[in-house]
């Protein structure tokens, strides 16, 4: 079966870093997204790993270890605006894309 | 348009009625997915669209729901005798192409059945 694991919620204050896990069990693997998603809004495209290592944008950074099966979102700096859900995603071998439940991210003054 | 668009942003059907969610893509994207949302939950794939060909169906739940996309850009999902399970976010998105990094999502509809 397929199945995509992260926390169900998270707290942080702002101005910390806090990093969100996720890992995977999937017919094939050819990608790794992470989506941001605030209540009542669509989900906004964050990272996309398709090899392992660090991929660094702004204050999001996104890690994937494929043979782990394993991928973390970091996030710095931590503002007020990013109190939301975190979603990650895995694109399997026949393409179709995978959501995992989200992780609702709390930041605290 | 700059983004996908999806209407209504709101739809309340009572059960056993038949709805029509529309969903604009971003001009010239040729994949175009549709997913629902139950609340708490993420997003789950319902079918795909490149062009007008419907690739995949098989996250549709039941028979009761059908989508087209007869020329290839404007796509409507069709709900018939809407039950109270069917209530949901059903979020639509569309991608340049069928394996390009993104898609972008539209704003999604709110179905509530009573």
């Known amino acids: 079966g397929q199945n995509i694991d992260q926390p169900t919620e998270m707290t942080a204050t702002e101005g910390a870093i806090v990093q969100i896990n996720c890992t995977y069990q999937?017919?094939?693997?050819?990608?790794l997204f992470w989506y941001q998603q605030h209540a009542g809004e669509a989900p906004t495209f964050l990272s996309y790993n398709v090899l392992d290592g660090l991929e660094e944008k702004g204050r999001f950074s996104s890690f994937l270890s494929r043979s782990k099966g394993y991928s973390y979102l970091l996030l710095k700096e931590l503002q007020m605006k990013d109190s939301a859900s975190y979603l990650c995603a895995v694109r399997g071998r026949d393409d179709k894309i995978i959501f995992g439940k989200g992780t609702r991210l709390h930041i605290l003054p | 348009g700059a983004g996908v668009s999806q209407s209504p942003r709101y739809k309340v059907a009572k059960r056993g009625q038949d709805v029509a969610l529309r969903c604009d893509p971003i001009?010239?994207?040729?994949?175009l997915f549709w997913y629902q949302q139950a609340l708490g939950q993420g997003p789950e794939f319902l079918t795909y669209?490149?062009?007008?060909?419907?690739?995949?169906k098989s996250g549709l739940p039941s028979d009761r729901f059908f989508a087209e996309r007869p020329e290839g850009s404007v796509s409507t999902l069709k709900i018939q005798r809407t039950q109270q399970e069917d209530s949901a976010v059903y979020l639509c998105?569309?991608?340049?192409?069928?394996?390009?990094?993104?898609?972008?999502f539209g704003p999604g509809t709110r179905l509530t059945v009573l």
């Open positions: 001009s010239g994207h040729v994949s």
């Open positions: 998105a569309s991608s340049l192409e069928q394996d390009t990094d993104t898609q972008y």
């Open positions: 669209f490149q062009n007008e060909a419907q690739l995949d």
């Open positions: 999937t017919s094939g693997f050819n990608g």
